[in-house]
């Protein structure tokens, strides 16, 4: 089978000589046994080039699984890909075959492998030598003929570096590497799935054609499309329902496409991989440094009440935050600073304080204040994130998320 025979069969457009090549290489690739890890942006279209390979090779009849790593909680993954028995955890009523005994005699494609836990990779590695695997509460080893196709949209080898992917297991799935082109490297194809996508939603949707300008035709191919052949098909979909006009031109599609010169780029500027902040995150945040603030503010109204009203020694234990409270309330009349010097022993206290100014450096980072509250959360309570979770009053899967983003573990 060649290579356009290949690209009817899977429904696969364009003929940009990099798509080609991964073509080829799946094809080559496919009669063996060895892993692969294709790698490629999100929305490039990996899991295409994993069908790909397991319907041209041997194992064709065998059972097909794509398990997406990423999406399976840590604490689940394990009984997931290899299974359990029961009675090993709370909530195994019953035994369960993990997806490496089902699939046995077939493939295993695991997208987002990078994001696999460190223990789960060691029992991975494990399948890949030898074949053998242990339930999850089981000492009886069991045996398995599954290959293993793995995919990833990040650079795997810089987890190697930080610890975060183990290095053996990095060479074992890449056997074969395979990259799947950005559709941004492919120009000369945007236009062309643009036309198919578009003629697919106008039968679907029982609506006219559509036609681009040559201009539009340019704008189209000169976009960056960070979201790949998903976000060109989602635009195609938008204009098919929504644009009244069957010929766009130029000055419609920009309605459609994200503006690429603001600062509310889809996609990362010259490398940078900046962290994005939902408002769901940014009220978390809020709520974490209310909640720290009135902790501080009962600490002291606490040792305020204790020492019987004598205030002399706790200014002198806590003069960053009796600065910040004083140029908080301050702040609107004149701005004043305060130095907050050891009071003389049994001398009155004067809270007027005029005399110049000690500022005190304060991380303004999100992502510290956010940091430094998860980690004391978990210090609270010994490393328990449910109830490090309940503490902060999120959700224990996003503080799974946080500790993750954070690099917390």
């Not at 695991?110 to 509460?137: C, F, H, K, M, N």
């Not at 938008?238 to 889809?266: D, F, H, M, W």
Request: aromatic residues 8%; proline residues 4%.
């Amino acid at each position: 089978m060649d290579i356009q025979d290949i690209k009817n069969r899977f429904g696969i457009i364009g003929g940009s000589p990099l798509l080609n090549r991964a073509i080829d290489i799946a094809r080559q690739v496919a009669p063996t046994d060895m892993s692969v890890l294709i790698t490629g942006e999100s929305g490039s279209g990996k899991e295409v080039f994993s069908h790909i390979i397991h319907q041209m090779s041997t194992r064709k009849h065998g059972a097909f699984i794509a398990v997406n790593c990423g999406a399976i909680p840590e604490g689940t993954i394990d009984s997931e890909l290899f299974g359990h028995e029961k009675g090993s955890f709370t909530g195994a009523h019953e035994a369960r075959k993990g997806y490496f005994e089902v699939a046995n005699g077939g493939t295993i494609f695991l997208d987002e492998v990078a994001e696999l836990p460190l223990g789960t990779q060691a029992r991975l590695l494990r399948i890949l030598e030898s074949g053998e695997y242990l339930r999850v509460g089981s000492s009886k080893v069991q045996k398995t003929d599954v290959r293993i196709i793995a995919a990833t949209n990040v650079d795997v080898y810089n987890r190697v570096k930080s610890g975060k992917f183990r290095e053996d297991l990095y060479y074992r799935l890449n056997t074969v590497p395979l990259r799947i082109p950005a559709l941004h490297e492919r120009k000369e194809d945007i236009y062309l799935l643009f036309r198919k996508f578009s003629a697919d939603f106008s039968d679907k949707y029982r609506s006219p054609g559509i036609q681009l300008e040559p201009e539009a035709i340019q704008l189209l191919s000169n976009y960056s499309w960070p979201g790949n052949v998903r976000q060109l098909k989602n635009i195609a979909e938008q204009i098919c329902v929504l644009e009244k006009e069957r010929n766009v031109t130029p000055a419609a599609l920009l309605n459609y496409i994200p503006n690429e010169s603001g600062s509310n780029l889809p996609m990362a500027i010259n490398g940078s991989n900046k962290e994005d902040y939902t408002e769901r995150d940014i009220l978390y945040k809020v709520l974490f440094d209310m909640k720290k603030d009135m902790m501080e503010l009962k600490k002291l109204v606490a040792e305020i009440i204790q020492s019987g009203g004598n205030t002399s020694h706790i200014i002198a234990d806590n003069p960053h935050y009796i600065n910040q409270l004083y140029q908080e309330v301050d702040q609107t009349i004149n701005e004043p600073t305060f130095t907050i010097k050891k009071p003389v022993q049994n001398a009155p206290v004067d809270y007027n304080y005029t005399q110049e100014a000690e500022e005190v450096e304060e991380s303004l980072s999100l992502i510290d204040k956010e940091s430094d509250l998860i980690k004391k959360a978990l210090k609270k309570h010994k490393g328990k994130r449910k109830f490090a979770a309940q503490e902060l009053g999120i959700s224990e899967r996003t503080l799974y998320r946080k500790i993750k983003e954070l690099n917390l573990n």
